[in-house]
């Protein structure tokens, strides 16, 4: 747990600096037949997420395709230094631009879009940090959700690439932090890679809660999206626990989703939306103030 943290704050310290000298993009997401990567919560210390390249390739136009195990998706880093998330090689209609490895400070791209929503990364900063006692250049990158115009924008997380070692750090809305821990890249280990028995790979979406206008009053939208078809209760609790509404109580599609919550007749204060699947629940503060 304390090496977890201290990476944390290694690599966050340097937040602020002015923007340091980018080095070669391609550095900013290594990618070898072989390479592991492990994270842990920020917050728990409990191993979150275990990401292993089975084999690359690449094809006569120069793009190169990383495999995940225990997953149905690949990598794809073209030549312009763009990676996608994709299915297959010839996938061009659910694939999503992760990250453009070239990209400066204030450049933006989408990252996914679909007829009701779309989300947006933004690098945000480039600076010196640290990881595994190794100097570094990380580059900041800003996810901000754009959904129906009832809704609005609002901050969805921070993703975080270092140089020689790819994606660090993960800040995730609303409650969790995921940090590098232990990795094998181009055969060099950091750390110690824990064996897990359900290894995992990072999602290509993640499951999202939050709401807009927040303060509010008297009435708010709750967004939540799904990452895979699942049985969802929402529900609205105060500081005592008690069951103030139940917005949601069905089996949902994988995808994003609205509710309004009226709070007319109810005194002002924080509450909480939980959001309830098979597999996790995902609490989300609100404040109503008259």
Do not use: C
């Amino acid at each position: 747990m304390k090496k977890v943290l201290s990476l944390l704050f290694v690599v966050l310290s340097a937040i602020g600096i002015a923007n340091a000298q980018t080095p070669d993009s391609l550095n900013f997401f290594p990618a070898h037949a072989g390479d592991v990567r492990q994270y842990r919560s920020a917050f728990t210390g409990d191993i979150t997420m275990t990401q292993y390249f089975d084999k690359d390739s690449t094809d006569q136009y120069g793009n190169k395709y990383v495999w995940q195990r225990g997953s149905d998706g690949i990598y794809k880093i073209d030549a312009l230094n763009n990676v996608y998330g994709q299915s297959s090689p010839t996938d061009t209609i659910d694939r999503v631009l992760l990250y453009k490895l070239d990209a400066d400070t204030g450049t933006v791209w989408t990252y996914m879009k679909t007829p009701w929503d779309s989300i947006l990364f933004k690098v945000v900063g480039i600076f010196p940090g640290s990881v595994f006692g190794k100097p570094v250049t990380v580059k900041k990158i800003e996810e901000t959700r754009y959904a129906q115009p009832e809704i609005g924008p609002f901050w969805m997380g921070n993703r975080y690439l270092a140089t020689g070692f790819g994606f660090v750090q993960w800040d995730i809305e609303p409650s969790d932090v995921y940090v590098l821990s232990a990795a094998i890249i181009n055969g060099v280990h950091y750390g110690t890679v824990v064996s897990v028995t359900n290894e995992s790979a990072f999602p290509k979406t993640y499951d999202v809660l939050t709401n807009y206008p927040n303060p509010f009053n008297p009435s708010t939208v709750v967004s939540y999206q799904l990452s895979v078809n699942n049985y969802v209760t929402l529900k609205i609790i105060d500081l005592l626990g008690r069951e103030i509404a139940t917005l949601v109580n069905e089996a949902k599609q994988a995808g994003s989703y609205t509710v309004r919550w009226n709070a007319q007749g109810m005194p002002s204060g924080v509450y909480f939306a939980v959001m309830q699947t098979k597999s996790k629940i995902i609490t989300h503060k609100l404040l109503l103030t008259k």
